[in-house]
């Protein structure tokens, strides 16, 4: 509902749900990770590399159309293996890289076909691909890293990455866009929005 009234962009859009995160650990629904400094220092990549995905996912969003985002972000696995053979040196066999032929050649077809195709659009969608399967490999390489008795597992993990690229985007959503977040809240308001509402 707020996206909709307060058209903010996108380092905004990428703050403002992730302080949900929190309540989880605070309400006990799950174990609160104790991370030691060093632990710590390790997931800051992990929320820089979510972070920046996040933003190039919206850059995508807001310079083509929907379908050809998803077309282009369909070869997303197709990344994760290649980086799951570079970091974890996982061999993948023949007949799984085979399965991913024809999500490659569809991904040709639709993108030849896409009367909307542009450079940013697939630039953006490409980068953004890149960044969370670079995200996903690289989180089972630290995850290793991290003792069992910090309560870091797969939910915990990625909630700390997120608050971490919330940490990361807050400055640059600071800069781009606070000059002009006065003006779009004061405009939902007068369009009729309630400011308990939003």
Known sequence: RLALAVPYGGCTSCNRHRIYLAHMWILRVRATPELHHIELLKLIPLGMLHGVGQLVTVLSLGSGSLSFVHVVKALEPLINVFFAMVFL??????????????VVVGVSIASSADMSF?????????????????????????AKGIRPEASVGPDNLISVITIGASVTTLPIAVVLEGPIAQSRWNAAVAAGSQPADL
């Open 118 to 142: 542009s450079w940013s659009c697939f630039g953006s969608a490409m980068g953004s691909s890149v960044l969370f399967s670079l995200r996903g490999v690289l989180s089972k390489v630290v």
């Open 89 to 102: 040196g996982d061999l993948v066999p023949v007949s799984v890289m085979l399965t991913l032929l024809p």
